[in-house]
């Protein structure tokens, strides 16, 4: 009796380290934890949802989260300038240039262009179609300033890179941006907002606009306005992503910065951006940078070398 209830006990011994063997032999890996990418970015990048075509492609490579936060260029800007990002994707040269200079970007490079449009009510009340953009601005100006109520300006207002391009186009038409049009009567109003929102405004007001001929296109379909002048030099609008620089900010993820701004130029996603709203919209809402980079007036390694 004895002996049988040792050999019991025995067996449900033996048994007991069997299943911890087999336990222990069967344990799921840990997950890899996924690393984490901040970007600031151009609202013209998001509204059109370019950046939410892309991303997850570049999650599932790189096994990354991308956080996305999207300003106007000069927002975002500033949150590259406190270090709170990790790569910055905007469209203001002359911004950028100084941002660089600066030290707190590096290794810009130009991953696609579109264009800036003049959209408006399709009656035109300023009588501006299909005339040069200089030419539009004056005589929306100066039928604003006599007081014809149906002409209306809805500027972003925002210190925007398309605020900037729409001083610039003031200032080719020969005017002090600052004491002759900002604040200058009913006529020139200012959103204070983003290039959707402010499309959205414009609607609502039967108002001309300048708009990223991208986010026009997204939001065509909710809007009346048309597109009132599309040619011209001065149009063109160029978009590039940079590191933020880790010199500066050594916090920042700039292994992931990398990856990311080497990502943007790569040969599959420059076909991706190039085809990416064609079949929605009947064409492209931005153009690849990387065969036309003569053709934007930047130079070959600016859109074509990967960073090291």
Known sequence: MVKRTLFAVAAVLIALVLICGCTGTTTDPVPEEKQQLRIATTTSLYDTKLLEHLTPIFEEKYNAEVL????????????????????????????????????YGTNRRVFAYNY???????????????????????????????????????????????????QAIWKAAGF???????????????????MGATLEMANEKEAYTLSDIGTYLAYKGDLDLVTIVDEGDIL??????????????????????KDWVNFMI???IQKEIASFGVDKYGQPLFYAAKDDWQKIGVTEAEVKNPIA
Do not use: C
């Open 266 to 268: 790569s040969d599959d």
């Open 176 to 194: 002090n941006y600052t004491t002759q049009v900002k604040g200058s009567g009913d006529w020139y109003q200012e959103a204070g907002t983003g």
């Open 68 to 103: 996305i936060v999207s300003a106007g260029t000069g927002k975002a800007l500033e949150y590259g300038q406190r270090g709170d990002v990790d790569v910055m994707m905007v469209h203001d040269r002359a911004r950028e240039d100084t941002f660089l200079a600066d030290g």
């Open 236 to 257: 063109l609008n160029v978009y590039s992503a940079m590191q933020i620089n880790q010199e500066k900010f050594p916090d920042i993820n700039s292994t992931v910065a």
């Open 116 to 166: 800036f449009v003049l959209v408006g009510p399709e009656s035109d009340p300023a009588g501006v179609k299909n005339v040069t953009p200089e030419a539009a601005f004056t005589a929306i100006r100066e039928k604003g300033m006599a007081g014809n109520s149906s002409v209306i300006f809805v500027s972003r207002g925002d210190a925007s890179g398309t605020h900037a391009k729409e």
